[in-house]
Structure formats: structure tokens, C-alpha cells
């Protein structure tokens, strides 16, 4: 039996995962466990901890976990290894999600608002599979030393060896199938030795077990010209940490506001996958009903794709979705007026529909 756990945690994030756990009513699927438990913030005044052993254990053997988000002030002046944040890092960890998944998707209805022209933006559908635990973020050596000559000198090393490459991008070749099959990979295999053994790994992988999934390669400069220029010519983009950082926050500006951003990271296949919102706990706005919970229902509707094998409800979710902001149904930061549970009722009355 599958089974998701709801992390609603602090701030705002209550607010969206409660919208999210009425889609998931609505859609009552037949042999779905949903649970519950405090995160972050909410954790600690509860249990003293971010993240309780029973939390982290309902975790690992949950088939997918939907976060809301985590930290506030509350909790800012609290030592590190208590702090919400850490927690979150906690999960990741005990999670072992090296594959960061993020949607680029352009909604019709919201296209004018985009910072590129509509007819370059509208049907815009493409999936990131960003490296999330490698790279030169984590290479070492890495440090700051001063030169015999006094200079001082900063260094950190990309590096990727084979394992770290191929298990990304089994991840990202099974995603196109459920997809567009169409897979992008990004490196710049001219200037870097990671680049080359990148680009021959992911070459391999795909004549060994991918044949069906299409493959080209694109170095990242080019990427982030053609994520402006004709961003629609993608369906997976396959990249690495600081690639994937870059050019993930890029793609997502050009598609609207943060209230409308899923993400997703994943480990190995059957593995649970975990899945949240890009935003935070925006405090500024916590507790007043004024935030979109679009990106925790497109989050769910990852879930249900990607995890929980329920691609049918992932789609009527997002078309529900869809079809609320084509109705008009906006709340402030899309520029209207309705309330998160507004926003919520909106879409569930067209996944009735
Ligand atoms: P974090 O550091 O936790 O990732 P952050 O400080 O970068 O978060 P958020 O907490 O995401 O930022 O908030 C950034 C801004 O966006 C805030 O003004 C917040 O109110 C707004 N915001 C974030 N999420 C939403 C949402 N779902 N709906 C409306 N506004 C949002
Ligand atoms: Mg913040």
C-alpha cells in the first residue's frame, strides 16, 4: 500500500498543506495512507527536536513525504543543530535524495505576467533533474590559503566520478518516460574534465538502458540562451549542482511567482521521494490566509506522479489548477484578492468539474 506523509511545518506551510490535504480528500485514492507530523519549528515546541527519530522513521518508510516549509524568527536564535533548518537537513540526509526536481511550467492564464513574451512562454513544460549532493559545492580539496607571495587564494574542486553521474541520470531518463522522452544534457564538457566524463557517462547510460528516451547535449551557456530565446524546445534538462542552481532559478522567473513552484528531490528508484514547495515559511505573510497554495497542491501532483504511481491525478490536480487561474481565481501575489482557502476552494470545484 502506498503511503504519503504530510510535514506541514511552520509559517505559511500549515496553510498550503492543509489546501493540498483537501485536493488529496477529494481525489480519495483507493489504498493511500495519509499521515501526519510536526517539522521544524512546529517540532521543536512540540518535542524539543526538528525532527523526532518517529518522524524521520514514518519518513523512511512512507512512499512519498510532503513538506510545507520550515523556520521562522521563533526559532532563528536557537542553536544550529536545533534549528528547523536543520531538520530539513536531517531529512535529506536519512532521505539520500540526490536528484533535485523543479518544473518550469507556463500557465496560459498567467503568461502575460512572465518576463518573456507569451508567444515564446505559452505551453512552456520542462523539468529540471538537477545533481543535489555533489559537485563543486561538496569537492574537495576546497579552502582559503594565503600563497608563498602573500596572495591569498580561494579553490574548490568540481568533481564527479561515474556512480554519482549514472544514478542522476537513471533518474532523469525514467522521468522522460513518463514525460515528453526527451532528455537535455547540460555540462560544459569543452573547458571541464567533469564535463567530459558527464557527457560520455550519460551517453553510455543511454545506449545500455534508455535507447526508447531521445538524448542530446547542450553546453550550460548555450542552455541559458535557450532558456530565454525558445525554452519550449525542452522536456528534461539532466544537470549538475551549480548548473542546476543557476539555470533552475532562471527558467523559474520566467514562469511567475514563487506561489506557483513545486519541486521535488529523489533517491534511488523505490525509494521515498520527498516533495515541497520552492518558497519558504514567508512569516511576513503567515497566518493571515494570503498565501498561494498552488505550489503545494503542484507539489502533490508531483507526488502523485512521480511517486505514488497515481499519474492520472496528477493530472487532474494540475488541470484543476489550471483550469481555476483560466476562471480567474487568483490570490495576492498573482494580483487578485482571493484567500489561500479561496484559492483552494477554486481548484477543488474544478476537480469536481
Ligand atoms: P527560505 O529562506 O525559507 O527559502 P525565503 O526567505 O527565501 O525563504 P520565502 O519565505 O519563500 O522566502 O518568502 C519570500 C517572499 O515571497 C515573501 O515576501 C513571501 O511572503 C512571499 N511568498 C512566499 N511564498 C508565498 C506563497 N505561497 N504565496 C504568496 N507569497 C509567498
Ligand atoms: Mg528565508
Known amino acids: 500500500m502506498n503511503s504519503l506523509l504530510l510535514l506541514p511545518g511552520d509559517g505559511i506551510g500549515p496553510e498550503v498543506t492543509a489546501e493540498s490535504r483537501r485536493i488529496l480528500d477529494a481525489l480519495a485514492l483507493p ?3 495519509i499521515s501526519e507530523a510536526p517539522f ?43 534549528r528547523p533548518e ?13 536528484a533535485n ?44 590559503e594565503t600563497l608563498p607571495n602573500g596572495e591569498r587564494r580561494g579553490f574548490n574542486t568540481q568533481s564527479y566520478t561515474s556512480s554519482e553521474i549514472r544514478r542522476v541520470g537513471v533518474t532523469a531518463f525514467e522521468l522522460a518516460k513518463l514525460r515528453a522522452g526527451r532528455v537535455c544534457s547540460v555540462e560544459k564538457a569543452n573547458v571541464m574534465e567533469s564535463g567530459v566524463l558527464w557527457r560520455e557517462e550519460v551517453t553510455r547510460l543511454h545506449a545500455e538502458r534508455y535507447a526508447e528516451v531521445e538524448l542530446s547535449h547542450m553546453y550550460a ?27 533552475s532559478d532562471l527558467a523559474a522567473m520566467s514562469t511567475g511567482s514563487l506561489g506557483m513552484l513545486p519541486s521535488a528531490a529523489l533517491g534511488e528508484a523505490g525509494k521515498p521521494g520527498l516533495y515541497e514547495p520552492i518558497h519558504g515559511s514567508a512569516p511576513d505573510i503567515a497566518g493571515q490566509g494570503l498565501a498561494n497554495p498552488c505550489a503545494s497542491i503542484l507539489s502533490l501532483a508531483m507526488a502523485l506522479r512521480y511517486s505514488l504511481g497515481a499519474p492520472e491525478a496528477a493530472d487532474r490536480v494540475e488541470a484543476a489548477v489550471e483550469a481555476a487561474l483560466n476562471a480567474g481565481a487568483r490570490t495576492r501575489d498573482l494580483g487578485g484578492t482571493l484567500s489561500t482557502r479561496g484559492m483552494g476552494d477554486a481548484i477543488l470545484a474544478k476537480l469536481g468539474a
Request: net charge negative; glycine share 12%; charged share 15%.
Open 40 to 82: 521544524g519549528g512546529a517540532s521543536i515546541d512540540a518535542h524539543g527536536v526538528p525532527l523526532t527519530a518517529e518522524a524521520e522513521a514514518a519518513a523512511l518508510a512512507s512512499t512519498a513525504v510532503l513538506m510545507g516549509a520550515v523556520g521562522g524568527p521563533k526559532w532563528a536564535g536557537v542553536s544550529y543543530d536545533i
Open 101 to 144: 526536481l523543479r518544473p518550469a511550467r507556463c500557465f496560459a492564464a498567467l503568461a502575460s505576467a512572465s518576463t518573456l513574451k507569451p508567444e515564446v512562454i505559452e505551453g512552456l513544460d520542462l523539468l529540471f533533474v538537477r545533481e543535489l549532493v555533489g559537485g563543486v559545492y561538496f569537492g574537495t580539496p576546497r579552502g582559503i
Open 31 to 33: 489504498g493511500l495512507a
Open 86 to 98: 536543520a531538520g530539513l537537513l536531517r531529512l535529506r540526509t536519512a532521505m539520500n535524495v540526490f
Open 221 to 247: 551557456d548555450n542552455c541559458a540562451m535557450q532558456l530565454v530565446k525558445a525554452p519550449r524546445q525542452f522536456d528534461v534538462i539532466l544537470t549538475d549542482n551549480l548548473f542546476g542552481d543557476l539555470l
